[in-house]
Every structure is written in structure tokens, then in C-alpha cells.
């Protein structure tokens, strides 16, 4: 009997230890890292749980300010710069700058020049860029869209050839792009949870370490608080809309920094914002802004035709529009039941 007993109770003590090292393990994973910085001219947070999390999050930080430096439009040693500055000669980019180039073209073509990564000098004069805003003269806004159109970029391989004047602009598609990468990188590094907001644009990787779902809060275009919540796993989350950056003219008028291809001046439809949801971030980057160009009807028509996305729109006469992927993910928040919600779908 001593000697069942003598081997009994290590056996108790050792299941014992397991479980409290278990338990132990499982709330330090449970435990979120945070890593905060400025990079692409915006503040990012970014958010992941498990093992390793520090490392990988310093690897996320030194690979946006890679990117930030290789996709710049005002770093002279920048590829963009480069051939923004090239007089018309063709600069060789390296792999990712060429597919990030690609993808904006791409993506261009796709929404009928809704996207035009080649409005920078535009966008320049009415100091968006700077910070001075002003509002140009209607024959200074006709002659500098002469030098606009994505048709003009001239890409062939790892070469990119602009006419001079013509100016190339990632912003539009950069931090969804970088997003990506960033995620690819941290799931690399084992990461299997995490949040990153990159200047209002998010990345979900997988769910929350307890497998529910992330909770996003949707700014309200007209001031403070939100519209609504979105329950999200594993996509990507981008919102566009002049609220964000605008300024107020000497005639009195709010002029928004999303301009119209077309107009060159700030896009005005009636759309106050539009939130894109999809598995990627370059793809979210690229049709939020699109979709916010080409108003309510064009971005339901855009949807209709290609159904891979879910959005939510809202229009400045307080309407809320969402896709139908979604109408079980999205919920209003208290102050802004009262809206009118409708459901897009593919049938109507």
C-alpha cells in the first residue's frame, strides 16, 4: 500500500504542474501586445496576441517604413519619386514596387478610371499635399488634367515610364497594400490573432484569441461617435470619405481631398462615406475610394457586376446602405437607429 501510494501522488503532482503551466501558457497568449508609430503619414496601432508577438510586431513596424520609403512620392530616393522625376525616361522598380504599380493600374482600368493613381498634381494644387489649401482656377485645373490619365503610365516588366508632367501617387492603394504584406509577415511569424489599424484602414488576422469575432465601431461622417458595429474574422475593413480631410474655402464651402478624375474638383454625390469589407487590403484601399467617386448608384452597379466585396454606404441624407454579405454582421448603434437601413442585394 506505501508503495501505490508513494507512486500515485507524483503522478497527481505532475498532471497538477501540467495544468498550471497549460493555464499559464494560455493567458500570456490571451495577453494583447501593442505596438504604436507613425509611418505613411498616418498613426497606426497595431495588435497581436501569442507567443513571439513583440518580435513580429517589430518586424510589422521596420516593414511599413520600408515600404513607406520605397513607395514614397516626396523621398528623392524613392522608385515613385524617381519616375516622377525621370523627364520621360523609364526607371527599373523593384518586384513589390512593380506589383503595387501593376495592381493600381490594374484596378484603374477595372473601375473605369474611378481610381486614378496619376491625380497627384491635381491633388497638389489644391494643397492636399501640402497643407497650404487653396482653391484653383478652373484653366489651371483644365491644364494640369491634361497630365492625368493612368492610360499614359507605361509599365513593362520592372519598367515604368511616365510622360513628363505626369505624376504617379500610391496613396490610394499603398496602405492597403503594405497591410497585406504586414499580415503575411506577422502569420509567418506564427502569429494567428491580431489587429492592425493603419490610419483607419484594418487588418484582422484570424479571430480574437477566443475564436469570437472582432467588434469595429463605424465613424460617423458627421462628427462624433458611430454608426454602427461590424463583426468581422479574418478581412480587411476601409472607409473612405471627405470628412476626414477637407478644408473650408473663402466662399465658405467644405472642399474634401477625394477629387473627381474627371472634374478635378472634390467629389460632391451625395455619398458621405463608404466602407469597404474584403479578404484583401489592397482591394478594400482601392474600392473605397472608387466606389466613393462613383457615388451611391455606381458603387451598387460595381457591386452587382462583381459581388467579391461587401460594403456599407452612407449618404449625406443620413441613409445607410449595406450589401447583403453582411446584413448580419452589421448592427446600428443607439444613436443612430433611427436611420434608414437598406439591404443591397444581387437580386433587386
Not at 500500500?1 to 497568449?29: D, H, S, T
Not at 497643407?131 to 499614359?152: A, D, W
Not at 473605397?288 to 448608384?297: D, H, N
Request: glycine share 10%; hydrophobic share 40%.
Amino acid at each position: 500500500m506505501r508503495r501505490k501510494k508513494f507512486l500515485v501522488i507524483p503522478v497527481f503532482l505532475c498532471a497538477l504542474g501540467a495544468a498550471i503551466y497549460f493555464r499559464q501558457n494560455l493567458e500570456a497568449e490571451a495577453e494583447p501586445l501593442r505596438k504604436e508609430f507613425f509611418a505613411m503619414d498616418t498613426y497606426m496601432t497595431f495588435t497581436a496576441y501569442g507567443r513571439g508577438a513583440g518580435q513580429a510586431l517589430d518586424q510589422a513596424e521596420e516593414e511599413m517604413k520600408r515600404l513607406e520609403k520605397e513607395w514614397s512620392v516626396t523621398d528623392a530616393d524613392s522608385k515613385i519619386y524617381q519616375v516622377n522625376h525621370s523627364g520621360g525616361n523609364p526607371v527599373t522598380l523593384s518586384d513589390e514596387t512593380a506589383q503595387i504599380v501593376k495592381f493600381a493600374l490594374s484596378m484603374a482600368e477595372e473601375t473605369d478610371g474611378a481610381l486614378e493613381p496619376t491625380i497627384y498634381p491635381v491633388l497638389s494644387a489644391w494643397g492636399f499635399t501640402t497643407g497650404e489649401h487653396r482653391i484653383p482656377e478652373e484653366e489651371e485645373l483644365e491644364e494640369l488634367l491634361q497630365t492625368v490619365g493612368y492610360e499614359k503610365a507605361e509599365l513593362s516588366g520592372n519598367q515604368l515610364r511616365l510622360p513628363t508632367g505626369t505624376e504617379l501617387d500610391l496613396g490610394a492603394v499603398g496602405k492597403g497594400y503594405a497591410g497585406d504584406l504586414t499580415a503575411e509577415l506577422l502569420r509567418e511569424q506564427g502569429i494567428t490573432s491580431a489587429l492592425l489599424d493603419i490610419g483607419g484602414n484594418i487588418q484582422a488576422i484570424g479571430a480574437k484569441p477566443d475564436g469570437s469575432k472582432w467588434r469595429l465601431g463605424i465613424r460617423s461622417p458627421f462628427g462624433e461617435g458611430q454608426i454602427g458595429v461590424l463583426e468581422i474574422i479574418d478581412c480587411a475593413v476601409v472607409t473612405s470619405g471627405n470628412y476626414e480631410r477637407y478644408f473650408v474655402g473663402e466662399d465658405g464651402k467644405e472642399y474634401g481631398h477625394i477629387l473627381d478624375p474627371e472634374t478635378g474638383y472634390p467629389v460632391d454625390n451625395g455619398l458621405a462615406s463608404v466602407t469597404i469589407i474584403t479578404e484583401q487590403g489592397k482591394l478594400g484601399d482601392a474600392l473605397s475610394t472608387s466606389m466613393f467617386v462613383k457615388g451611391l448608384e455606381g458603387a451598387v452597379d460595381y457591386w452587382k457586376n462583381h459581388r467579391d466585396f461587401d460594403m456599407i454606404l452612407m449618404t449625406e441624407s443620413g441613409e445607410v446602405y449595406l450589401t447583403e454579405g453582411i446584413q448580419d454582421s452589421f448592427m446600428l448603434s443607439e444613436s443612430f437607429a433611427n436611420l434608414d437601413l437598406q439591404v443591397i442585394d444581387s437580386l433587386s
